[in-house]
């Protein structure tokens, strides 16, 4: 029999099962109870029936041998702790490496071996002889990016192109609305106005056909952070909040690598060993929270620890050592600003390097994927205490409000969400010191940047009465952007800039108008890091 036409389903399928068994399986470990063990069970063996069908029989046996496990320990003949837990995850692991392998039409790994030591399993065996004999890794392994929930089964290209399509009509309708207000249309106003409902309409119910919950990548994150733990002679607590709230798809896609680096920053940095937080008088095990949360149409992530938090005196140190400041500019940093400096490229407080490195490694990349989306970053930390990094991100990327202002001979689009006012001033108000322009506002000096001098365009020649600016926040520190003028608030389907744009510092995306003028998203993150 062909089997290969449904090699896909299968594939999808298996995942969903391996993903369920391996949070079963810590819950179980958790909980010290064999509660999850019968719907373990139903898992395995639809995974075994399936394996058998599609006729991979290394899966079948596997999966086969993982089920009599279960049996013992629902019968009583075997206790849900770390031995059994870590076989268990040891079969999936083996599994989802088989798995993969046979989403690339290859021959899936006998594990003969680890069937064999699952069989003849006593509690005798340690957990260090169970990490051991796993099986290795293949290169190129990783999570499907297309099993994205269990209520999907059409083609993710195809859901691309109807948000694409989407957007072209959005495009279309601004042309549409410029003709009828220019030439002053008045019997289409109606109809254009029950047609841009419409329009609306078809838009929400396309992005929402791309919503996918937050569990679908979060389900991998406490077998990380058990094994990371393991293997640093650590406890850590971990609990997930908010699994249930829908991202865009391509958003989910593409903040799984950064949350993973943010976790491992956090056990292997920021929580201490037991017998280091007892001297300290805190518990033995670490805390350790990943929470999810929407406001209005806004995302937040946040990934918190009660680590040792990190020292801004050191940063500030480490970053006068890198040259990156002098030790006047460091000393003028707010606390803000100090802990965003872990976000430069090639910061680390690490004293050693090792394969996970210190707080600040990676944070570049971190930082330039959220902006890259739409979104902010922002790190609140205590010395001894622990530390709160917070991503806040749009629910999609494909249409944005936004607002526009002229730069030069550039219309630039500020995304809404990271608008916190606008204000105008007298150019007498502001200050200009060695350290930059600021303005006074509130009792408070706010930092401006100036947009036409951020993206090399002319200043403005005629001396304007006031001078429009859009109020920002960079890790909750309010901040200025200088504009031209300030056009007004629009809908826009944004494009993903392709090479060389992409590598322009400061734009995240842009989008053509139904006149064929191109409007850059701004990133306001990076014009804020920008000392002008």
């Known amino acids: 029999m062909d089997t290969s036409r449904y090699r896909d389903l299968f594939v999808s399928e298996s995942q969903e099962h391996l993903n369920a068994l391996a949070a079963l399986a810590l819950k179980c470990e958790e909980n010290g109870d064999a509660a999850p063990v019968h719907e373990m069970f139903r898992h395995a063996h639809s995974l075994k029936g399936m394996a058998a069908t599609m006729q991979f029989t290394p899966v079948s046996t596997l999966a086969h041998a993982l089920e009599e496990l279960l049996v013992k320990i629902r019968d009583g003949k075997l206790t849900a702790d770390q031995g059994t837990v870590d076989l268990i995850l040891a079969a999936v692991t083996a599994l989802e490496q088989s798995v993969f392998l046979i989403s690339q039409s290859r021959e899936p790994l006998a594990n003969t ?7 003849h399993y006593t509690p005798s065996q340690t957990a260090h002889q169970q990490q051991a004999s796993q099986t290795t890794t293949p290169a190129g392994y990783g999570f499907r990016k297309t099993d994205d929930s269990a209520t999907t089964r059409i083609k993710t290209e195809l859901l691309d192109r109807l948000v694409t399509l989407s957007g072209e009509l959005l495009t279309a309708r ?5 003709v009828i207000q220019r030439r002053q249309l008045t019997e289409l106003q109606q109809p ?19 919503m996918v919950p937050f569990g679908t990548i979060a389900e991998r994150f406490p077998r990380m952070v058990r094994d990371l733990a393991q293997r640093n002679g650590k406890e850590v607590r971990f609990r997930i909040e908010g ?3 829908e991202l865009d798809r391509s958003i989910l896609q593409q903040i799984t690598e950064p949350l993973m680096h943010l976790l ?7 929580i201490e060993t037991s017998v280091l937080r007892s001297a300290l008088g805190k518990s033995p095990a670490g805390n350790l929270k990943l929470t999810v949360s929407r406001q209005a149409d806004r995302i937040l992530l946040q990934v918190c620890d009660d680590g040792n938090g990190m020292a801004p005196d050191r940063i ?3 970053a006068v050592d890198l040259g990156l400041l002098t030790r006047s500019q460091a000393a003028a940093l707010s606390i803000e600003e100090t802990l965003l400096l872990v976000c430069t490229p090639g910061f680390s407080t690490a004293e050693q390097v090792s394969d996970i490195s210190g707080r600040g490694v990676g944070m570049d990349v971190v930082r330039s994927v959220i902006q890259t989306l739409g979104g902010t970053l922002t790190i609140d930390s205590t010395p001894g205490k622990g530390t709160d990094i917070t991503l806040i991100l749009p629910i999609s990327t494909a249409i944005m409000h936004a607002l526009l202002v002229a730069c030069g001979e550039l219309q630039i689009a500020v995304p809404i969400n990271a608008v916190t006012g606008t204000l105008e001033i007298c150019p007498a108000a502001i200050n200009r010191t060695n350290g930059g322009a600021t303005v006074h506002l509130n009792g408070n000096e706010i930092p401006l940047r100036s947009l036409a001098r951020f993206f090399h365009q002319p200043e403005p020649q005629d001396q304007l009465a006031l001078l429009p600016v859009v109020l920002i926040e960079s890790n909750r520190q309010p901040m200025g ?21 992409s590598s322009l510092r400061g734009l995240s995306g842009a ?20 000392r002008l």
Do not use: W, Y
Not at 113 to 119: E, G, K, M, T
Not at 193 to 199: A, F, P, Q
């Open 511 to 530: 989008c053509l108008t139904g006149s064929g003028q191109i409007i850059f998203m701004v990133d306001p993150a990076a014009c804020a890091a920008a």
């Open 192 to 210: 254009f106005k029950e047609l841009s409902t419409l329009l609306r309409l078809l838009q929400n119910e396309v992005i929402q056909a791309r």
């Open 264 to 270: 491992r920053n956090a056990v292997d940095h920021g």
């Open 174 to 178: 601004h042309t549409f609305e410029e």
């Open 316 to 318: 500030r140190a480490k």
């Open 113 to 119: 071996d680890l069937s064999n030591r699952i069989s």
């Open 243 to 245: 699994e249930g709230i």
């Open 481 to 501: 952007l200088l504009a031209d003028r300030i056009l007004g608030q629009h809908e826009l389907f944004i494009r993903p800039l392709q090479p060389p744009l």
